[in-house]
């Protein structure tokens, strides 16, 4: 395992200035000047090396335009205008899921007066707001995610001019680099005050992205200033913020500092799990970053691949962390359109119906079945049987961390007739895994899989009736004393009731159990 080496920093780096668009006026500050290292931050989080570059921000209309008009709702076509203003318009994610008007965007003195009216009002109002919104002008997010736009899109252009070559060294899990952003009035994407992007762990992420085939293009254009993000309110109990790129296929969320610490500590043992398992639930971090306004307080966040991607049919959606304790969440109404994630309690009575699916009789199918104990007539089948056999492998390794509180994402979403069977989209490939990753495992111990023929096939199993898509995310929560401390608290709250915050053995294997009497 790396060892993550003393923090400290390296000052006056100069890199080449990646812009946001083909007009910006990228300059990077002459100050070339001499490396040193200076005594480590107390602050720090594990990285040992900050490179700088101070950039200029982007001429009015530079690159592409994160602005799209003020919330509208998701699904409807735009105006001819808007839909000319560039190509990475999001595309329409289905009947399921609605863009309202933000509840931010003209109502910031109804909301600031909502500390006055009690907490029965205030919980009210939160529940009217959950739901997916787009980030538009007037939106009191609208700067700040034009920050993250512009930071992420010089971020990524780092690693393009300099993708990391050879093999991995601890250098690449402890590196940050810092770009300095000065701030300017011009254009819809405006950020009159100046800020700093840092990305932490840098090379380590893009050579993750690289062994998922992930093109950087691809992620530099999803998450740069090509359409606004979108906001996702939910009935998340954390104070964190969540953000999915305009196309739904990243998430974003903030993290507090001593969960980045748990991360940066855990990335490279979080790694060589992915290689030694490359078809794991676990949410694929594709990187972190950190992101301070003037002179304000730091902020951080994580960039991971959605689990819910594609979007357009899924129809349903569920956070599962196999306890009982808060994990119901009011449905919303019959025929609504508003995008609710679901918990343990509003899954009674319903089961994961993985079947005996298997293009033919492969080998790779007999093995899924000898291993789970049945022969080649095991009732489980070998989704089943891998889906059961992967979960012990994903929790035993979390467990091993320390970690927990991590939840099972899932959702449902209907196969069309011709979708059913080996049919033209049910077509797997024993092939498709993590490309470029190199490992010394034999194909049974890495519990490989076959995958369908879609985006995002990581994340999804496929029944006889509905696409499954699962998924193990919030992997940063360790059982220090805090946590020690709740578990004594609600043992004495809830005697008898099953809680989230029990030990990492614990948790694992109750997870596991709801796994499999909840899937047939």
């Known amino acids: 395992m790396w060892g993550v080496p003393p923090v400290g920093t390296l000052t006056n780096a100069r890199r080449p200035c990646p812009s946001p668009g083909p007009r910006s006026e990228g300059c990077c500050s002459p100050r070339g000047g001499t490396r040193r290292r200076s005594p480590a931050p107390r602050l720090g989080l594990g990285a040992a090396v900050t490179g700088t570059t101070r950039l200029v921000g982007p001429e009015a209309g530079a690159g592409p335009s994160s602005c799209s008009g003020a919330a509208r709702q998701l699904g409807t076509r735009p105006e001819p205008a808007e839909a000319a203003a560039g190509a990475m318009a999001a595309p329409s994610p289905g009947p399921h899921e609605v863009l309202t008007p933000s509840p931010e965007a003209g109502h910031r003195a109804a909301t600031s007066s909502s500390g006055r009216r009690g907490l029965l009002w205030r919980l009210r109002d939160k529940q009217s707001r959950l739901g997916l919104f787009e980030i538009g002008p007037g939106h009191e997010l609208h700067q700040l995610t034009c920050m993250m736009q512009a930071g992420l899109w010089a971020a990524t252009q780092v690693s393009m001019d300099h993708p990391p070559t050879g093999l991995p060294t601890e250098e690449d899990f402890s590196e940050v680099l810092t770009q300095v952003h000065e701030g300017h009035s011009r254009g819809c994407s405006s950020f009159p005050q100046g800020f700093e992007l ?38 998340s109990k954390s104070k964190a913020s969540f953000f999915l790129s305009h196309d739904q296929r990243f998430f974003l969320k903030t993290l507090r500092r001593r969960e980045v610490r748990a991360l940066l500590a855990h990335l490279p043992r979080y790694v060589q799990h992915l290689q030694r398992h490359p078809h794991s639930l676990l949410a694929r971090l594709l990187g972190v970053h950190s992101l301070r306004v003037a002179r304000g307080k730091k902020k951080y966040f994580i960039i991971m691949q959605s689990v819910f991607y594609p979007t357009g049919r899924i129809s349903e959606r569920y956070d599962i962390k196999g306890c009982e304790v808060s994990r119901w969440v009011e449905p919303a109404p019959e025929g609504s359109p508003l995008v609710l994630v679901l918990k343990d309690l509003n899954f009674q009575g319903k089961i994961i119906n993985l079947g005996q699916m298997c293009v033919e009789p492969s080998e790779t199918c007999l093995a899924h079945n000898e291993h789970s104990g049945g022969g080649t007539d095991a009732p ?25 509180d991590y939840s099972l994402l899932m959702a449902f979403q209907r196969l069309h007739e011709d979708e059913q069977g080996p049919g033209s989209s049910f077509i797997f490939r024993t092939a498709r895994s993590m490309r470029g990753v190199q490992s010394l495992e034999e194909p049974e111990a890495q519990n490989r899989r076959l995958l369908p023929d879609t985006p995002n096939a990581l994340h999804i199993l496929d029944g006889p009736e509905q696409r499954y898509f699962l998924g193990l995310v919030d992997l940063t929560t360790v059982y220090g004393l805090r946590k020690r401390l709740e578990h004594l608290w609600k043992t004495l709250r809830y005697p008898g009731r099953t809680f989230s915050t029990v030990s990492p053995t614990r948790y694992a294997r109750r997870l596991c159990q709801w796994v499999e009497a909840h899937t047939e």
């Open 380 to 404: 489980a089948g070998p989704q089943r049987s891998w889906l059961l056999h992967q979960m012990e492998l994903d929790t035993a390794f979390l467990r091993e961390l320390n970690v927990l």
């Open 198 to 235: 840092g990305t932490l762990a840098g090379p380590a992420f893009a050579r993750l992205r690289r062994s998922l085939g992930l093109a950087e293009e691809d992620y530099q254009a999803a998450l740069g200033p090509g359409g606004p993000y979108l906001q996702f309110l939910s009935t």
